[in-house]
């Protein structure tokens, strides 16, 4: 009976539907062929979870029926490998649904790591953490999104003062729900397990869960898109800006579009989301204390560092190059996770008006990464709810590697 009540719920959600939706993944053996891909960026019907970088890499492709003839025709056309690695993708969103409604109700000020949290839930979780531990928690906002949320940061220090910080922020793209949840894992660990406090005796850490609440809560709702990416803000004909390509350093140069109704679409102008503003203002006013910046996305396996503008690389690439090989092998330690490493340019694809370009060359943050980490294979984005504490494990391996270096050097 519960099952049945379970399933009749489900039926009544009001989501974007993806019937018959597929996810193709691609791979290009030339680049003719590459760029043949490429052009289906920007044509309706067509959402690259993963983008058209280099030839011979895998490119994830969400597919309308709509338009899913005329795509195979072209990929049989110009004998362009592809497999299907989903065959209908409102099953998926139907299943997360699923596992969210039979998941048990959360305490409030709690969290756990078997399922996928609301924005309420976690600022819920963050100002619990600073009621228990006042003496190393503070718990603050950054600024109001356009819907008028707060963005919460959480702070955590043993005091002092001329200490070295590491900046984090997860979730700038709202539907890749793992990086919350891999980094409300690092706060757990860093403030509830006294195995790690060692961590914050001499860093202090400024940790942003959710950069993107507006749209992190839309893919959330009754009434979502699960896969909306964007911020929601007021378009004149369609809603929404990419603020990962807002950040107003090189902003539209390159792998951006002026186009509203884009994945891509970077904004009126440099800095027009007030996400993106209250992350400048938050690294301006840190200042120099800043040694590291790391910002969470998903999917894909990739330590990724400046530039996103340019495939040339930093005159310090090196020092990042190295820093990103040693968290690479403690990730790999843990479970054979496999990070590429490199430039984001040179091992992804161009993308101008990113976070970490920003940080690094005009917030003066040396160290500025971008962390694609594990999807979900058959369940698209995020893996499910049950694997979430394998990969914030891994990964939290990694943040020790980056604690240590900037401890011993700074």
């Known amino acids: ?227 909306w990416r964007k911020t929601t803000t007021k378009g004149e004909i369609c809603d929404g800006v990419d603020a990962n390509r807002n950040f107003d350093f090189h902003w539209m140069e390159t792998g951006a579009s002026s186009n509203e109704c884009s994945e891509t679409y970077a904004g009126p102008e440099g800095f027009s989301e007030s996400e993106t503003r209250n992350l400048k203002k938050l690294v301006e006013s840190l200042g120099s204390q800043t040694k590291l910046y790391l910002t969470f996305h998903s999917y894909g396996q990739y330590l990724l560092y400046p530039w996103g503008y340019t495939s040339d690389l930093p005159e310090d690439w090196k020092t990042l190059d190295d820093l990103a090989h040693d968290v690479a092998d403690a990730i790999y330690a843990v479970d054979r996770t496999d990070y590429t490493i490199g430039s984001s340019t040179n091992v992804l694809y161009a993308a101008a008006g990113g976070s970490d370009d920003w940080v690094k060359a005009v917030g003066g943050v040396a160290l500025s990464y971008t962390i694609e980490l594990p999807g979900g294979g058959s369940w698209g984005f995020d893996p499910p709810a049950s694997a979430i504490k394998g990969v914030a494990t891994e990964t939290f391996e990694g943040l020790k590697v980056y604690h240590a270096y900037v401890e011993k050097n700074f």
């Open 1 to 227: 009976m519960k099952t049945i009540i379970l399933f009749a719920c489900l039926a009544a959600l009001a989501t974007a539907n993806f019937t018959n939706y597929k996810v193709y993944r691609v791979t290009p053996s030339n680049a003719h062929q590459l760029n043949l891909v490429k052009g289906l960026e920007s044509m309706k019907g067509f959402d690259f979870w993963s983008k058209a970088r280099q030839v011979n890499s895998d490119i994830d492709i969400m597919v309308s029926p709509k338009v899913e003839g005329q795509f195979t025709y072209i990929l049989k056309h110009n004998s362009i490998d592809y497999s299907l690695l989903i065959q209908n993708v409102e099953s998926v969103v139907q299943r997360e649904q699923l596992t969210k409604l039979m998941s048990p109700a959360v305490p409030k000020g709690k969290i756990n790591f078997e399922q996928y949290h609301s924005y309420e839930t976690i600022v819920d979780y963050l100002l619990q953490l600073e009621s228990d531990h006042r003496d190393i928690v503070e718990v603050r906002s950054i600024g109001g999104t356009y819907e008028d949320r707060e963005m919460v940061m959480i702070k955590i220090s043993t005091g002092g003062s001329n200490k070295p910080a590491i900046l984090i922020d997860a979730t700038i793209h709202a539907r890749e729900w793992i990086a919350p949840a891999t980094v409300l894992y690092f706060i757990h660990e860093l403030v509830e397990n006294e195995d790690n406090r060692h961590m914050i005796e001499n860093v202090d850490w400024y940790i942003i869960p959710v950069l993107n609440p507006d749209g992190y809560e839309f893919t959330h709702s009754s009434t979502s898109n699960r896969f």
